[in-house]
């Protein structure tokens, strides 16, 4: 049984179009604004990337459950890493 740290943290989905285009699926602390962690589809070379910010420590059991909801939103449209249909 997978623990649920919804009380602690929560994800969004966030559209990025400028510099980079793509969609990104972000991990924030559940009462913050701040983005602790991203996993990024980029739609131009159809890559997935994972990224973390700031100096906040972040539990393994919860980067290894943001991980797994990044898989499961299939944001390249491809487990395989194939780019995202337009």
Do not use: N
């Not at 913050?32 to 997935?48: I, N, P, Q, R, T």
């Not at 539990?59 to 995202?84: C, I, M, T, Y």
């Amino acid at each position: 049984m997978s623990r649920d740290f919804r009380d602690s943290y929560r994800l969004q989905i966030a559209s990025h179009v400028g510099t980079r285009d793509g969609i990104a699926l972000e991990l924030l602390e559940a009462g913050g604004l701040d983005v602790l962690a991203e996993v990024f589809h980029d739609d131009k070379s159809g890559e997935l990337s994972f990224g973390w910010f700031y100096d906040h420590a972040i539990p393994l059991d919860v980067a290894e459950w943001f991980l797994s909801e990044a898989r499961r939103a299939d944001l390249g449209g491809s487990r395989k890493g194939e780019p995202r249909q337009s």
